[in-house]
């Protein structure tokens, strides 16, 4: 009271009230950093950030913010650059049941390389992974904050396990749902391996109805405009978004769909058609109509370099257990089969496809960082690899501040959520990574990680190595006992 009255004299008096006279309590400060505005691409220096909870509750000039609040924890910015919580928007956990423990054991892998949210785009776990999802949110399970789309929308005995068979258009009404009413999911997915291309339209018309966002693989027998049209939100993998480049796509897609063509001599004539002027066409109507691209880069270029590229030696080898190192060995056996000619081919088509990277964000495309890292994605690391994806997206073309908003931004953008993540603002999510040097100089400073705050908890680089010597110790010992 009497301090009220004291504040009420300085206001009569037309002074304002001295503010240190009673500093706010927080939990965590993090004093002289250097912000980077992602959006504004501008290192804002000397700052404070202040953490209560899991909010962000203030930002500021240092010494105004460490006069107006008292923390708990104080983290010494100087010298070091502070970013949002970084998104990988497609993961995958799967391989069966006997993976559960090993697919678990990647979660800390994603928070160890600064990664604060993942989007899982549907594997052969669902149920496992929408209970993953509420025992992290509870707190139950140490973890990324995960997204789901639970199982994915697929036609009849498809090529993918952990679906929703759909053959009718009854079956997808019921399907979305479930996903909806029962599942909850974030998102829905739906591939194509055995899915009716006009299923696959219906399901996104309908999902769009429902309010539910969408993602797939667009079936080879339409064109992209079509699943543009009846609202696909995202198209996942870059690959597809190629595909709208080819100025005869809707011909050859029609000749597919009547049989008259196989898969491979339609790939062929979208790569012979491909056509500058039409793909640029193509992804202004995209970004008119609101649809993100998420490219997979990095997952496309280990595939098509697996005859090259050794990975015995890789350090990320020691992370994966051995059942899930074991499902990688499909993709290799695969390449290994594929003459020079077949490989040659592998190699121009994903130059080829990478050159759109550029063209997609001069058209205003927003673009996606997400990996594709889990089962089956030989050699895609969990969390290491989503600084391999951004980092291909500068060696391609891109910005180092488009690279990181691409996986800092347009995830919650995608979602709606640009008003809790994405930025270093006060009413946003504590979800935090700082780092040791500048990733708008190089963007390989995402990987100078000094420490990862994730709903207001920090993780300093000595816990950040313990997670990771934590995953790095159950690998061994399921190699330990695979090998006795
Ligand atoms: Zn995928």
Not at 204 to 212: E, F, I, M, Y
Not at 471 to 480: G, I, R
Request: glycine fraction near 8%; hydrophobic fraction near 50%.
């Amino acid at each position: 009271m009497k301090r009220l009255l004291a504040a009420f004299a300085f206001v009569l008096l037309g002074a304002s009230p001295p503010i240190s006279a009673a500093p706010q309590q927080a939990d965590v400060i993090i004093r002289q950093v250097t912000i980077v505005d992602v959006e504004g691409a501008r290192p804002v220096p000397g700052q404070a950030v202040v953490l209560r909870g899991d909010d962000i509750v203030a930002v500021g000039a240092d010494a105004a913010i460490a006069r107006q609040w008292r923390a708990k924890r104080r983290v010494a910015g100087e010298g070091k650059f502070l970013i949002p919580g970084l998104w990988d928007m497609h993961v995958h956990f799967g391989g069966g049941p006997e993976l559960i423990e090993e697919n678990r054991a990647l979660l800390p892998l994603y928070v160890a390389n600064g990664i604060t949210t993942i989007r899982d785009a549907s594997g052969d776990l669902p149920d496992q992974v929408l209970g993953w999802r509420s025992e992290i949110a509870d707190g139950r399970l140490f973890g990324p904050r995960l997204l789901t789309s639970g199982a994915k929308i697929e036609g009849i005995k498809p090529l993918w396990k952990g679906t929703i068979e759909v053959g009718s258009t009854a079956d997808v009404d019921a399907a979305l749902a479930r996903l909806k009413d029962r599942d909850k999911v974030d998102f829905v997915k739906i591939t194509d391996s055995t899915l009716k291309p006009e299923l696959f339209l219906y399901a996104l018309t309908r999902a769009k109805a429902l309010g539910l966002r969408t993602s797939g693989h667009i079936p080879m027998a339409l064109t992209v405009q079509q699943a543009v049209d009846a609202g696909i939100s995202s198209i996942e993998h870059l690959d597809y978004a190629y595909n709208a480049g080819a100025r005869d796509e809707a011909v050859i897609a029609a000749d597919f769909a009547a049989g008259r063509i196989d898969r491979a001599e339609a790939n062929r004539r979208l790569d012979a058609g491909f056509d500058r002027a039409t793909a640029m066409a193509a992804y202004r109507r995209f970004a008119a109509q609101g649809v993100s691209v998420t490219p997979t880069l990095n997952g496309s270029r280990i595939i098509a370099y697996l005859d090259r590229d050794d990975h015995k030696k890789d350090a990320g080898l020691a992370y994966i257990g051995p059942k899930l190192r074991k499902t990688y060995d499909w993709r290799v056996e695969r390449a290994a089969k594929a003459d020079a000619a077949a490989i040659a081919a592998r190699h121009e088509q994903i130059e080829a496809v990478a050159t759109i990277l550029p063209m997609l964000a001069e058209a205003g495309v927003p673009i996606i960082a997400g990996t594709d890292a889990g089962f089956l994605n030989s050699f895609n690391y969990p969390g290491f690899g989503l600084h391999d994806e951004i980092g291909l997206f500068v060696e391609k073309g891109l910005t180092p501040a488009q690279a990181l908003v691409s996986a800092t931004r347009a995830g919650p953008a995608w979602f709606g959520w640009l008003d809790r993540y994405g930025a270093i603002k006060p009413g946003m999510a504590a979800d935090l990574v700082l780092l040791t040097r500048n990733p708008l100089d190089d963007i390989a400073a995402t990987r100078a990680i000094d420490s990862v705050i994730l709903r207001g908890a920090v993780h300093d680089r000595a816990a950040l190595d313990a997670m990771l010597a934590d995953t790095k110790a159950k690998v061994a010992a399921w190699d330990a006992a695979v090998v006795r």
